[in-house]
Each structure stands twice: as C-alpha cells, then as structure tokens.
C-alpha cells in the first residue's frame, strides 16, 4: 500500500473526491507535526500484538531521521521494537480500546538506534484505526533540562552560600508609585536569619511585617535603588550581630545580600583599640624622649661647664694625669650629647612627619653640600652631581630625606682613604639616579618595595651615591643599618652608629628600599629605591 492509495487516517470512510484527495495529502504532508496512521493486527484470540504503519508524512524524517517511505507498510514493533518497554505499545492498544485520546511526553531511546525526548498524541480515528501525531522536541527539552539544572545548581549555591539572600518585587497603586514590596525569593541563609519571621515575610507585604524603624529607613531606601539603578551599601546589627547588607535592583524591585561581619567588625574593633593604644604609646615616648632629652642634656651641660671651669682655673694644680682625665671625661660628656640629640631624631622620624610635596632632588645636593662644607675643604673632596643628567623632582617628605642624603654624604666625606702619611686621599663621591620599571628591579628588591601597596605599573627612582673610600666586607651590609652597629672603632672614625639606621628608617616612611654594595679598599655604593 503507498500513500496515494491509502485511506484517510481520520475517518474510515473513503474520500471520494480526487481533488479532496490532493488538498489533503498536501495538508497531510505541509504539517510541522510528524503524523502515522496505523491498522491493528491482531491474533487468532483477537488480541492485539503490532500494528501496521499505513500512512506517513514527510515530517515524520525531521523527527525520526528515516524516509516515510521506510515506514509504510512496516509492522511498528518490527522497526521499533522499543515501544513495547517504553510503554507507548500499551498506550496505543489502550486508546484503540477505550476510544480516549491519550497524550505523553517522553525520552525514547533504542538499542544502537534513536534516542530522544518526543511530545506524543494519539487518537483513535476508526475501529481498528490509530493516528498518532508527534514532534522531536530534544532540542527544547535539553534547554530545559539545562535551565533546570543551572536553575538547581544556582538554587544550591545559594542555599549554602553564608550570604543571606532575599529578592523582593515592588507593589505599585494605579499611578505607578511604589507604595510596598512583597518577598518573592529567599535561600535557605536569609530563612535562619529571619528566624521566626520567615513565614511572614514570605507570605505578606513589607508594611504588614516591617517594624516602625524599618518602615522609616528600609523603604525609602529600597524605593531609592528601584528608581535610580544605584545599590546601596550599609551596615546595621541585629542585638550582638553585625551584618553587611547590599541592596540591588532587580527587574521592579531589589535583591537584598546579608553577610555576618561580626567577627569583621570585632577584629577591626581590636585593631582600632591596638591602634589606638600604639598612638598613645607613641605619644608617651615623644613625650618621655623630650623629657629625658631635655633632663640629660640639663647635667652634660653642667659638667661640660665646669670641666672648661676646671682646665681654665686648676689646670696648673691638677697637673699632667688629672687634665687627662679632665679631657677624657670632657670627651665623653660630648659624645653623650650627641648621642642624646642622635636619639631624639631617630624617634622623631615615625611621629613628626610633614606633608608629601614635590621637590628639586638636585636643590636638595647642593643645600646639603653647602651645609658640609667645613669637612669637604679639610679632605679637598669633588661631590659629582648627576654625572652629566639632570637628577630629578622627588615626592616625599623634604625634611626627612634631606638627613638621609646628608648622612649618606657625611659617611662618604669621613670613610675616606688615606695615603702612607696619614694624609687623607681626596674623596671622589658621585650622585646620579636613574628611572626603573618593576619588571627592571631585582626579586629581592621588589618583595622589599611592598608590592601589596603599588601599582602594577609603579615606576621608581634609583639614585646612586658611590665613593671611592675605605669600602667594607660585603657580609656586613645588613648589620650597618642597625643601631649602635659600628664597623670602625671611635679612635679613628667619630659617630653614634645611628646615621645609617635613621636613613633606613626614612626610606621606610617612604615605601622604598636601600642596597649597599662595597669591597674594601674600593669604596662604597648605596643605591636607595624611592616610588617616582
């Protein structure tokens, strides 16, 4: 049997028309709907056991990928044979019985053949007659499944997620004015929360659950974020807990986040107590450092007084040995003094800091040159400023860098060499600087320039300050940075041991570094990193 010849799979009547015939095998055949019609065989009991497919439309290769022509005239279980475990054999013979349309949606799938998601119809269209309308929907049904998975996956996020979150729709009057919110959505985090309100808040309006004080603030705010797009970022506390809310726009209405900052906020609130006790302790030390300043320096004064009283008016009397004494004792009362005054700047570097300001470095070499010039004529020494290039503007404290560059500058002035007589070697101290990119910077160096407080493109000024004095071993470079940490003994090198620890300290205030390459015998190279 082919198409043309075979019967409407509508009625058991015959069409009689040949151009009725035409119009509806063309109708038949323009359907988006898979369409078989189908005759049941039966057994010598008048059982039902396969059916024979009739008739099929062309739509039938969108949804099954196999010709009508393949299909009519075939018994249904032989080509699909799982019908039978699919269920779809029983719901054939069924509607045939009962005369009841049936209709399912269902994943089909045959052993190394088809497999898909269908949307099935079937009626029975005569005695013995069944039509069966269908379409391959895998397509639509696989988004949805995705949907539904991403819908699930999101859904699991957010009910273990320790973020509190809630969605809520505006309720307008008929002029558009948002006049309340009713909830629409909460995780399982904003359901512990609201504890015993949950079920309220689920199920009425915003007015209806919301206390005076949240009427006042919460909705405005709310109403705010609607209409101008803007989030709002606040905190508030709930009796002993402190939380994080942040609320945002969503379709007409908001979508409000909740995190516990509790432990946040008690951490910040002992830091800021640990902070505060520091400023004190600060404070204290400045006070106590002018003090003891101020009362030592009192006494020096006096026994520097009278030992000049004493060489002047007993120096005959005391003789020989005891104006040595008197010397040694005058000697070290001065160094004491300025110990003292070393002391007293090197704590005044953390608390009394000026403002950040530009300013000319070369400006700063010359001021410094000028204030040394006592020690440069006594050793002829040449102070090189910028080897041919212009130094340039820094941005720091003026004050605080001035006494680094002098204290860099009065060690190369003092550790110089000298020939066989004891005559000093004139010193050669050369100043340039040069600009370096991070990725120009040595590892060691870039973990010292506090990479977690720069710019990916952070730029700095290497300003060198070589000399070709009395230079040191190398192993010493870290120790010289340190208090009181002297290389050289007093008798031939005066000082506290404090300069090179207040030049570290600057450089600190600053968020630079500083290196020290050196040899004995060759000189000296500080190089000090400052942000450009």
Do not use: C
């Amino acid at each position: 049997m082919n198409q043309s010849s075979a019967s409407s799979p509508f009625n058991e009547e015959p069409i009689q028309s040949p151009e009725a015939i035409r119009l509806a095998l063309a109708a038949y055949d323009a359907s988006l709907n898979s369409i078989v019609s189908m005759v049941a065989i039966r057994d010598a009991d008048g059982t039902v056991v396969d059916f024979l497919m009739q008739t099929a439309n062309q739509a039938v290769e969108r949804s099954l990928f196999v010709s009508p022509n393949k299909l009519i005239g075939k018994r249904m279980l032989d080509i699909f044979p799982g019908n039978i475990e699919s269920g779809l054999f029983d719901l054939y013979k069924r509607v045939l019985e009962t005369g009841v349309a049936e209709q399912i949606t269902l994943y089909y799938k045959e052993v190394d053949g088809l497999a898909a998601w269908f949307d099935i119809s079937a009626i029975r269209s005569a005695p013995e007659h069944v039509v069966v309308t269908f379409m391959n929907i895998t397509a639509s049904k696989q988004a949805e499944l995705d949907v539904k998975r991403q819908a699930e996956l999101l859904q699991t996020v957010l009910d273990h997620t320790q973020t509190a979150i809630s969605q809520h729709e505006a309720i307008r009057d008929p002029t558009g004015t948002i006049i309340d919110f009713k909830t629409v959505l909460a995780n399982q985090q904003a359901l512990r929360m609201w504890g015993e309100l949950a079920e309220p808040i689920l199920t009425k309006t915003f007015f209806e659950v919301a206390s005076d004080d949240q009427q006042r603030d919460d909705f405005p705010k709310y109403v705010r974020v609607v209409e101008t797009g803007e989030s709002d970022l606040s905190e508030f506390n709930i009796g002993n807990q402190w939380l994080l809310r942040l609320t945002a726009k969503s379709g007409d209405g908001v979508v409000i986040s909740n995190i516990d900052i509790s432990e946040n906020r008690r951490y910040r609130q002992q830091i800021e107590a640990t902070n505060a006790e520091l400023k004190r302790s600060n404070e204290n030390l400045q006070s106590f450092a002018y003090i003891a300043s101020h009362d030592l320096q009192e006494p020096l004064r006096k026994i520097i007084a009278f030992g000049d009283m004493l060489s002047e008016r007993y120096a005959p009397i005391l003789g020989t040995e005891g104006n040595e004494m008197l010397g040694r004792m005058q000697s070290a009362a001065e160094r004491m003094s300025v110990l003292i005054r070393d002391l007293l700047d090197y704590s005044k570097i953390s608390s009394q800091r000026d403002a950040f300001r530009s300013f000319s470095l070369t400006k700063l070499i010359e001021d410094i040159i000028e204030d040394l010039w006592h020690p440069i004529q006594q050793t002829n020494a040449r102070i090189d400023i910028g080897m041919g290039n212009p130094l340039p503007d820094l941005i720091g404290d003026r004050a605080q860098l001035r006494q680094l560059f002098q204290n860099l500058l009065s060690n190369a002035l003092k550790f110089h060499q000298t020939d066989s007589a004891g005559n000093p070697h004139p010193p050669l101290i050369q100043v340039a600087a040069r600009r370096l990119s991070i990725k120009n910077l040595t590892d060691t160096i870039n973990q010292e320039l506090q990479p977690g407080r720069r710019s990916a493109n952070q730029t700095y000024w290497a300003i060198t300050i070589a000399d070709n004095g009395i230079g040191f071993d190398q192993k010493y470079a870290d120790q010289i940075f340190q208090v009181f940490q002297r290389l050289h003994s007093r008798k031939h090198f005066g000082g506290t041991g404090i300069g090179l620890a207040v030049v570290k300290k600057v450089i600190e205030q600053h968020d630079g570094t500083i290196r020290v390459d050196s040899e004995p015998g060759k000189g000296t190279t500080f190089t000090v990193y400052l942000p450009a």
